[in-house]
């Protein structure tokens, strides 16, 4: 992946471009691969390896220790995530034995399948969304602002390269295995995952060995990758435009499986969006048993002319929701059935409706019907929102079903005695568990909590946008559509979901209710960071970690109060604005220029917060 650049971290550039890989899917495009190689440096050993399916990293090593890892970002930069980098438990920190005094070793951040799973059986207790594929969660993982977040993830890694002047040997086989003794995750040759051959037929037996094996694997791949193994070979064969003539990746087809379509369900959300399921006769494909499959909505159904009782064609990506690709029209026998999407709610039988332009059904009826309700409640509570420790999914159904909640204000009434009265599962322990959270939950900052109401379209990021650029829910309830459109990540969707969510009686209650309870309805004078020209003139370079501000946040508040940020020191930086962590090439760096370096509470001073 890599390519998107984000700005919370500093961009660094790659000591060696980080190339990528000439793709191919079939086995005579790596013939005609070998068939080039051997034409221009004659026959040589080739070294075969996996395809991780996750997030490039460079690691730099200096005297065996860590002093950096990059993104792969577009190749020439990327961004510096050392901080995260270091929480990975399979990248050593300090190496052992006899290495090269300085050189980058590169490999594949992933999820082992093992540990994805856990992540999302714990998002799943939590009433949280599932991660949708191990390889995203990883890329979203490491782009963490702390640290701590991406230890708890559990992430690993392998190392695939090696570059540097002085490596132990010309050959990358035998640099991959000098790795592994200096204290590396490196692929084992023992279970073939790393492998070596003197021609096509030994890569073929390769590729064919994984084609077969990979859903065995406690790691996603994607494909298979083949090197000249000669390190001088390498140099000599070169690199076209962007990847290089000595090496060449395999990808595996995305399996494909067919089965019959026995029935569609629809499952209504917490925004009351109705998405179609299909329902199939259970067929193993890419290592697990697949029973259903989403429809997204209407539209894909028509899309694919899909009827029940159909022979549809199955696929599975790197998604782990598979999805149907196709339709066996010719296996039809006549008996099958269109598919006809429900004009009313499974769920509480309310006119189904649909709006213009949008190719999802709605059920309206948001206060009444069940798994908006409960849907709603578990948003509410979710760990990015009012982050209520020990209510999971399944207690919030229970509140619901036993009338103790209807509704997210209801939270903030519940007693202990009432929990204790549930009787079975509930503890002293447990329900005053509970209560401490709900209790925690009011010191949550205004961002979160609008980002809790669960208003459709208002994600995190468009939250905490809104939040900081209107300051308060009161003036938030009262702007008029074309003023919310003048916001920053605001558009015609997303303002017209705000105006009808606040235009709705039920809601505007609920909000009074929270507010009486007392939740945080309006940004903290640290967060809104002022706003004015006291900065006027004056440059910032920003580093480390901030307790009244994220990342962004401090760049904005240098912003609105006329100031400028840059991303490097120069004579023309006015400040080093340093925060806990602050890197010590920067620290050396301004003191040689002479800029002065001032804390989080100096700059809180300067700008009146
Ligand atoms: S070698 C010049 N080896 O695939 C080639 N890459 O398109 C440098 N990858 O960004 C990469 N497994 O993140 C190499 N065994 C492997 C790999 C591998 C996965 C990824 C890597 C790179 C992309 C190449």
């Given at each position: 992946?890599?390519?998107?650049?984000?700005?919370?971290?500093?961009?660094?550039?790659?000591?060696?471009?980080?190339?990528?890989?000439?793709?191919?899917?079939?086995?005579?495009?790596?013939?005609?691969?070998?068939?080039?190689?051997?034409?221009?440096?004659?026959?040589?050993?080739?070294?075969?390896?996996?395809?991780?399916?996750?997030?490039?990293?460079?690691?730099?090593?200096?005297?065996?220790?860590?002093?950096?890892?990059?993104?792969?970002?577009?190749?020439?930069?990327?961004?510096?995530?050392?901080?995260?980098?270091?929480?990975?438990?399979?990248?050593?920190?300090?190496?052992?034995?006899?290495?090269?005094?300085?050189?980058?070793?590169?490999?594949?951040?992933?999820?082992?399948?093992?540990?994805?799973?856990?992540?999302?059986?714990?998002?799943?207790?939590?009433?949280?969304?599932?991660?949708?594929?191990?390889?995203?969660?990883?890329?979203?993982?490491?782009?963490?602002?702390?640290?701590?977040?991406?230890?708890?993830?559990?992430?690993?890694?392998?190392?695939?390269?090696?570059?540097?002047?002085?490596?132990?040997?010309?050959?990358?086989?035998?640099?991959?295995?000098?790795?592994?003794?200096?204290?590396?995750?490196?692929?084992?040759?023992?279970?073939?995952?790393?492998?070596?051959?003197?021609?096509?037929?030994?890569?073929?037996?390769?590729?064919?060995?994984?084609?077969?094996?990979?859903?065995?694997?406690?790691?996603?791949?994607?494909?298979?990758?083949?090197?000249?193994?000669?390190?001088?070979?390498?140099?000599?064969?070169?690199?076209?435009?962007?990847?290089?003539?000595?090496?060449?990746?395999?990808?595996?087809?995305?399996?494909?499986?067919?089965?019959?379509?026995?029935?569609?369900?629809?499952?209504?959300?917490?925004?009351?969006?109705?998405?179609?399921?299909?329902?199939?006769?259970?067929?193993?494909?890419?290592?697990?048993?697949?029973?259903?499959?989403?429809?997204?909505?209407?539209?894909?159904?028509?899309?694919?002319?899909?009827?029940?009782?159909?022979?549809?064609?199955?696929?599975?990506?790197?998604?782990?929701?598979?999805?149907?690709?196709?339709?066996?029209?010719?296996?039809?026998?006549?008996?099958?059935?269109?598919?006809?999407?429900?004009?009313?709610?499974?769920?509480?039988?309310?006119?189904?409706?649909?709006?213009?332009?949008?190719?999802?059904?709605?059920?309206?009826?948001?206060?009444?019907?069940?798994?908006?309700?409960?849907?709603?409640?578990?948003?509410?509570?979710?760990?990015?929102?009012?982050?209520?420790?020990?209510?999971?999914?399944?207690?919030?159904?229970?509140?619901?079903?036993?009338?103790?909640?209807?509704?997210?204000?209801?939270?903030?009434?519940?007693?202990?005695?009432?929990?204790?009265?549930?009787?079975?599962?509930?503890?002293?322990?447990?329900?005053?568990?509970?209560?401490?959270?709900?209790?925690?939950?009011?010191?949550?900052?205004?961002?979160?909590?609008?980002?809790?109401?669960?208003?459709?379209?208002?994600?995190?990021?468009?939250?905490?946008?809104?939040?900081?650029?209107?300051?308060?829910?009161?003036?938030?309830?009262?702007?008029?559509?074309?003023?919310?459109?003048?916001?920053?990540?605001?558009?015609?969707?997303?303002?017209?979901?705000?105006?009808?969510?606040?235009?709705?009686?039920?809601?505007r209650r609920i909000v009074e209710r929270l507010r009486l309870a007392g939740l945080r309805f309006q940004v903290e004078p640290s967060q809104h960071h002022v706003a004015g020209d006291k900065l006027k003139g004056l440059t910032f370079v920003v580093s480390g970690v901030f307790s009244g501000y994220d990342r962004d946040g401090i760049k904005e508040a240098i912003e609105r109060n006329g100031g400028k940020v840059s991303g490097s020191i120069s004579k023309k930086t006015s400040f080093v604005l340093a925060g806990a962590d602050m890197g010590p090439a920067k620290r050396q760096k301004a003191e040689e220029l002479g800029v002065k370096i001032i804390g989080e509470e100096e700059f809180d001073r300067m700008i009146g917060a």
């Open positions: 992946m890599g390519g998107d650049i984000t700005k919370e971290f500093q961009q660094v550039a790659h000591a060696y471009p980080m190339l990528s890989l000439g793709n191919s899917y079939s086995r005579d495009e790596v013939a005609d691969f070998v068939r080039r190689v051997e034409k221009a440096v004659g026959r040589v050993a080739y070294c075969m390896e996996l395809k991780y399916d996750g997030v490039a990293i460079s690691l730099s090593y200096r005297q065996g220790e860590l002093v950096r890892g990059v993104t792969r970002g577009d190749g020439e930069k990327g961004d510096d995530i050392t901080a995260n980098v270091r929480t990975v438990r399979s990248i050593p920190l300090r190496l052992r034995g006899t290495f090269p005094p300085s050189f980058e070793a590169r490999g594949e951040i992933l999820f082992m399948r093992a540990r994805f799973e856990e992540l999302n059986a714990e998002r799943a207790a939590r009433g949280e969304e599932l991660y949708a594929n191990p390889r995203n969660t990883a890329a979203g993982s490491l782009k963490q602002q702390d640290p701590k977040d991406v230890a708890r993830r559990g992430l690993d890694n392998f190392i695939y390269t090696l570059q540097g002047e002085q490596l132990p040997s010309r050959s990358h086989y035998e640099n991959i295995l000098a790795a592994c003794q200096w204290g590396f995750r490196t692929p084992d040759p023992e279970r073939r995952f790393i492998e070596r051959a003197s021609d096509l037929e030994g890569i073929m037996a390769f590729i064919d060995h994984w084609d077969k094996e990979r859903h065995a694997l406690e790691m996603d791949i994607d494909g298979v990758v083949i090197k000249v193994d000669d390190l001088r070979l390498q140099e000599e064969l070169g690199l076209t435009a962007k990847s290089p003539r000595w090496a060449i990746a395999y990808k595996f087809a995305a399996e494909q499986a067919t089965t019959r379509l026995n029935g569609v369900t629809y499952q209504v959300g917490r925004t009351g969006a109705v998405t179609p399921v299909a329902e199939l006769e259970p067929v193993l494909l890419a290592g697990t048993t697949v029973k259903r499959a989403s429809l997204h909505n209407a539209d894909q159904i028509g899309r694919l002319g899909l009827r029940i009782g159909d022979v549809v064609r199955v696929e599975k990506g790197g998604e782990i929701i598979p999805k149907i690709v196709g339709v066996e029209t010719a296996r039809r026998t006549g008996e099958e059935r269109t598919v006809i999407f429900p004009e009313t709610c499974p769920e509480c039988g309310t006119w189904l409706v649909r709006d213009e332009g949008e190719a999802q059904h709605y059920c309206p009826n948001e206060h009444a019907c069940p798994p908006q309700i409960t849907g709603r409640i578990e948003h509410f509570v979710g760990r990015k929102m009012m982050a209520m420790d020990g209510l999971g999914g399944e207690t919030v159904v229970e509140l619901v079903r036993t009338g103790l909640i209807h509704d997210v204000a209801d939270l903030y009434d519940l007693k202990k005695e009432q929990l204790l009265a549930l009787g079975k599962g509930w503890g002293e322990k447990s329900a005053a568990q509970v209560i401490e959270g709900i209790a925690a939950s009011k010191a949550v900052p205004f961002e979160q909590v609008l980002f809790a109401l669960g208003i459709r379209h208002v994600g995190e990021t468009v939250a905490k946008k809104i939040a900081r650029a209107v300051g308060s829910i009161d003036r938030l309830m009262t702007m008029p559509k074309e003023e919310l459109l003048s916001l920053d990540e605001v558009g015609d969707v997303i303002a017209q979901s705000i105006t009808d969510f606040f235009a709705a009686a039920g809601n």
